[in-house]
């Protein structure tokens, strides 16, 4: 397999306020469209798409969106590959939206891997548990009947929502997609939990307790990197995640 | 105030799904039209909008000099910018109104609405050239953009007619080609509803509501649309219950061409949504004979479209609110939606009310000076 035979990179390591045990991030499964392109040596296209958090634009404080530092954390990491992220995030978007904009975006953009980042305004808005799973289950099928890698990216840990069960509900379903289908998942609600319990005085929100703080969007982006670059070139040495 | 008509009563019906549609997770969502078509509400209302231009186009404004005509839909175009501003910023206010009421900063996110809070040097430059959008408050933008297209649709009309329909699909064709669209600033990505693409379906509108021409002809040959119609709105049933949607891996380019896209109104939902029109269109009559007080209530909600839009879309928004505040369950869906078409049709009696006064008044101004002279 060419992939082991060239030097291969080692997936960015998490900065220290990110840091959480590897089984609260995600685990590695194949991704073998992103393999494939990437051991062509072809340009990566990668969507990032769905609700809240993929803000585009600098916030008053400068903020970068997670896309643009998953793009520069990806690019360190793979170094000599040419990688693009397309944001197309819409901050308060439920899930049937987006599904029908990554109709869309697929055709004129013809990304190689969606990062979905799912779940959030469908428990807010109290869509149907059912009628959400239906939506993101048969996208996914989409998207893989494509050829197109996706990785699921949960929704936040926001500790207003910890007893909310709608919220946790929508939660479960995202992981238990991801189970079944055998994508990658970025579990960042276990993540948030995480270091919202061992290190409360590094906040990843704004004092709002909700909007994510540029250490929020740090961090979020090193799940995701992490998770990809596990995923495409660490399966070999580790069981998928089931 | 004009008698309940067929254009009103279909507008009204488009008006009240929209309203649904724009609640996600409502019960009653799962019982509008677009469940088992490939089209929705949206492809109606654009479709009924060209309907509606060429009736003012052919009426009131036909004996207009070119100027004029221009300067009339021009100011109709502006009227509409300024509904879609103050309806925008009513929106983003009640995201705001119920983010500290409800202590729950996530509203500001919804519906796009975070770049006003977050960035609002850039968002405010964005919402006046109408590059930033909130989600589901995106078919105005779209409608807004046709009516500044209208003028040159009606001049067009008035001196090359033949050249509309070759003109306008060319345009739509070339879009699903090069997947042209306009971009959206500062939230980065392009329209939700590509508006040199669904211009066709404005076009399409305004051509058939005529009775010559392209509308002439459908005229003569509805029972064969009919026949025509019948299969691509049974075929599109499965399509829609399953969810489906063509691959694009396999098929040729333009691909645009062969999706179910909504964004650039791809062939297959226009297709749909002109066998619906074939098919229901010229029901009216029926309808206002078996529910008369259904056909009219929707007629008066359609007489009164803008003002009607505009109240529907803050409903379905403080609708998704109540869901958040209050669960989603069927008796308090239900509640939501009596309460959100009652308000609609609240609007739409005040509305006409209101229209009634101001010709009253118009008819006082004009009667006074003749009583005057006369008096003399």
């Not at chain 1, 061992?198 to 704004?206: D, G, V, Y």
């Given at each position: 397999m060419a992939l082991a035979q060239t030097q291969e990179p080692a997936p960015p390591p998490l900065s220290p306020a990110c840091d959480v045990p590897a089984s609260d991030l995600s685990s590695p499964v194949p991704m073998p469209n992103v393999s494939a392109r990437l051991q062509q040596m072809k340009p990566l296209r990668i969507l990032a798409i769905g609700s809240s958090s993929d803000l585009a634009y600098g916030a008053p404080s400068g903020i970068k969106s997670y896309p643009m530092r998953i793009e520069s954390l990806l690019e360190t990491s793979l170094k000599g590959s040419d990688i693009d992220v397309i944001n197309r995030g819409l901050p308060g978007e439920v899930a049937s939206t987006s599904a029908e904009r990554i109709k869309s975006e697929v055709v004129t953009e013809m990304p190689d891997l969606v990062l979905w980042q799912v779940g959030m305004n469908d428990a807010l808005s109290r869509v149907d548990p059912n009628e959400f799973e239906q939506t993101v289950r048969s996208t996914i099928g989409w998207l893989r009947d494509n050829h197109i890698d996706v990785a699921l990216v949960g929704m936040q840990y926001v500790p207003r929502f910890a007893k909310d069960a709608a919220y946790y509900e929508i939660h479960d379903r995202i992981r238990r997609i991801a189970e079944d289908t055998g994508i990658l998942y970025v579990r960042r609600y276990d993540a948030m939990r995480f270091i919202a319990k061992?290190?409360?005085?590094?906040?990843?929100?704004?004092s709002d307790q909700f909007h994510l703080n540029d250490l929020g969007y740090q961090c979020m982006a090193e799940y995701v990197a992490r998770a990809v670059i596990a995923s495409v070139y660490l399966r070999k040495f580790r069981p998928a995640g089931k | 105030m004009r008698a309940a008509n067929e254009v009103d009563f279909w507008r009204g019906f488009a008006l009240v799904t929209i309203f649904l549609n724009h609640i996600p997770g409502l019960t009653f969502e799962r019982v509008t039209f677009h469940n088992a078509a490939l089209s929705d509400s949206a492809e109606l209302f654009v479709f009924l909008a060209g309907w509606a231009m060429r009736l003012l186009v052919q009426g009131s404004a036909s004996k207009l000099s070119p100027a004029a005509l221009v300067v009339r839909l021009g100011g109709r175009a502006l009227s509409l910018y300024a509904a879609q501003a103050v309806l925008t910023e009513l929106a983003i206010a009640m995201l705001a109104a119920c983010s500290i009421l409800l202590d729950a900063p996530f509203l500001l996110d919804w519906h796009n609405a975070s770049a006003v809070f977050l960035d609002p040097i850039r968002a405010h430059i964005g919402l006046v050239t109408l590059t930033y959008q909130l989600g589901y408050f995106n078919i105005l933008p779209l409608y807004v953009v046709l009516t500044f297209m209208a003028p040159g649709i009606a001049l067009i009309f008035r001196y090359a007619p033949y050249l509309l329909l070759p003109l306008s699909l060319a345009a739509y064709f070339a879009v699903l080609i090069t997947g042209f669209n306009l971009p959206t600033w500062p939230v980065e990505g392009t329209w939700f509803f590509n508006p040199f693409a669904w211009q066709i379906l404005y076009v399409l509108g305004f051509l058939f509501a005529g009775r010559d021409g392209l509308g002439g002809w459908a005229r003569r040959n509805r029972k064969l649309l009919r026949m025509l119609a019948l299969p691509v709105a049974i075929i599109g049933v499965p399509f829609a219950l399953l969810d489906y949607a063509p691959d694009p891996i396999s098929l040729p380019e333009p691909k645009l061409l062969f999706m179910f896209d909504k964004t650039y109104l791809s062939p297959v939902p226009l297709l749909s949504s002109l066998a619906l029109v074939a098919l229901f269109g010229g029901l009216f009559p029926r309808i206002m004979q078996h529910v008369q007080s259904l056909a009219r209530f929707f007629a008066m909600l359609g007489r009164n479209s803008l003002n009607v839009f505009c109240i529907g879309s803050l409903l379905s928004l403080g609708g998704q609110i109540f869901r958040f505040a209050f669960g989603g369950r069927v008796a308090t869906d239900a509640i939501l939606v009596i309460l959100g078409i009652g308000i609609m049709g609240w609007v739409a009696w005040v509305s006409e009310w209101r229209n009634q006064l101001q010709a009253r008044r118009g008819e006082a101004a004009v009667s006074l000076p003749a009583s005057a002279s006369s008096a003399g």
């Open positions: 061992t290190r409360a005085n590094q906040p990843l929100m704004m | -």
